[in-house]
């Protein structure tokens, strides 16, 4: 899995980390913080009730985050169970791309690509499709 730790991977406007489930996709997110010296509260797991009231009930929440002078990295897992994420990630992505680096995981459910989300992807420049490689992560 280092390999995929590599700034070329992460540095760019949205990644996107797909694949079926278990093949590493939190796995790489998480160390890619540890890497950067963050702790996890970069990282924001949709499956966790308390992110979806923060998303819910303060959409921008993450805005107050320390940011030491330069881009810091979220993570939002599993995001391909929120319903409108495209709408969601494109305005966030637009008020927010100078401030943070967007790291975006979930399934083959995220539909990147279909109707609906050519905005979404007008933003992304790097995609990444996790694969399951035995002895890999």
Known sequence: ???????????????????????????LAQSYLRAKGLALENYF?????????????????????????????????????????????????DSFKNKFQWIVTGSGRLDLFQRGGEALVESVSNSHHSRRRSGSY
């Open 1 to 27: 899995m280092a390999w995929a730790l590599k700034k070329p991977l992460f540095e760019a406007h949205m990644t996107f980390i797909l694949g079926p489930r278990q093949v590493g996709k939190t796995s």
């Open 45 to 93: 797991n949709y499956d966790d009730l308390r992110v979806r009231e923060r998303i819910r009930t303060i959409p921008y929440f993450f805005e107050d985050l320390q940011r030491p002078g330069k881009r810091i990295p979220l993570v939002f897992d599993e995001i391909h169970k929120m319903r409108n994420w495209k709408n969601y990630f494109k305005g966030a992505y």
